[in-house]
């Protein structure tokens, strides 16, 4: 598929300032906070596709990393949380104590980049 230019974020971006920037001001009550909630959700979209790649793949090296072997990021989540589950994974073990900050992190960066280092 051919690449839209500007990409997908730039727009996000450039509809999230128009409704901050000039249409937020002229509204008050109900429809100011409609619109607030349509710009964190359009702001989360933006977030979601300029880091979410980036974070996949992060995330599957460390899953392969802590389970010995490489595979999806789903599958190997899902074997990471039955290896949990039935203590086949040490809670203690510090791989994946940092998987689990790093992983809670990256979702913060995108659903609410305001709580992270909080």
Do not use: C
Request: glycine share 6%; no cysteine; hydrophobic share 45%.
């Amino acid at each position: 598929m051919p690449q839209s230019l500007p990409d997908a974020p730039t727009m996000l971006g450039a509809a999230v300032k128009y409704l901050e920037d000039e249409l937020l001001p002229a509204l008050d009550g109900y429809h100011r906070f409609k619109t607030r909630v349509t710009v964190n959700v359009l702001n989360t979209i933006r977030r979601e596709l300029e880091l979410r790649g980036a974070q996949a793949a992060a995330e599957r090296t460390r899953l392969a990393a802590i389970l010995g072997h490489d595979g999806e990021v789903e599958a190997l989540s899902f074997e990471l949380s039955e290896r949990i589950r039935t203590g086949a994974v040490d809670l203690n073990d510090p791989a994946l104590r940092a998987h689990l900050r790093q992983s809670v992190a990256d979702a913060l960066a995108i659903n609410n980049p305001k709580w992270i280092n909080r």
